[in-house]
């Protein structure tokens, strides 16, 4: 036989199946629609599970700090201090707190125990020293034990929240 003859009596190779690329093809667009959603969807979902989840604690409010709506401020007078540097050098430091009042709390009551904040405030930042004051890693020790110090002398029951609106050192 000839080289033709041998060509035409060999069977083609058979067509490629579409079923498989078809089949990764639908296989990806469905893992691409499930991440899609879970990225958009999941985080609620979740955060309403978890939210669920959580006991009410008493006197705690439902929602986040974020959400809640804002209860009237009250800002101290700058407070101002001088601070000292193992050299015996003086700097000085410059913070305002703001207060965010607790349910039911007018802001005229709660003038009328500010003193008392006030001097709690004084008393915590001169027994620091610059150093502490002026580290950024220290900074959230400091706010934190300020703001305690602050709302045990005013009274838990006053203050919802302490806010650091200035804060200067020099």
Same mark, same amino acid.
């Given at each position: ?14 067509? &490629? ?11 990806? $667009? ?14 609620? /979902? ?10 009410? =604690? ?8 974020? =959400? !809640? ?15 000292? $540097? ?14 965010? /009042?607790?349910?039911? *709390? ?19 930042? !001169? ?16 706010? &934190? ?5 602050? $709302? ?5 029951? !006053? *203050?919802?929240? *302490? ?8």
């Amino acid at each position: 036989m000839s080289e033709s003859e041998e060509a035409e009596k060999k069977p083609s190779a058979p067509p &490629k199946k579409k079923r498989g690329f078809v089949g990764i093809i639908v296989a990806i $667009v469905l893992a691409g629609g499930s991440a899609a959603a879970g990225t958009l969807f999941g985080p609620k /979902l979740l955060g309403k599970k978890a939210h669920a989840e959580q006991p009410a =604690e008493e006197g705690a409010e439902a929602a986040p700090a974020h =959400e !809640r709506p804002v209860n009237p401020t009250v800002a101290f007078q700058p407070i101002v201090v001088d601070l000292r $540097v193992r050299s015996d050098e003086m700097h000085h430091l410059k913070v305002t707190l703001t207060f965010e /009042l607790a349910d039911g *709390v007018s802001p005229e009551e709660f003038e009328k125990y500010s003193p008392r904040g006030r001097e709690a405030a004084i008393l915590y930042l !001169r027994s620091q020293n610059y150093d502490t004051i002026t580290d950024p890693e220290k900074f959230e020790t400091v706010t &934190k034990e300020l703001s305690e110090k602050v $709302v045990e002398a005013l009274g838990k029951r !006053r *203050v919802r929240r *302490v806010m650091i609106t200035d804060f200067v050192t020099q």
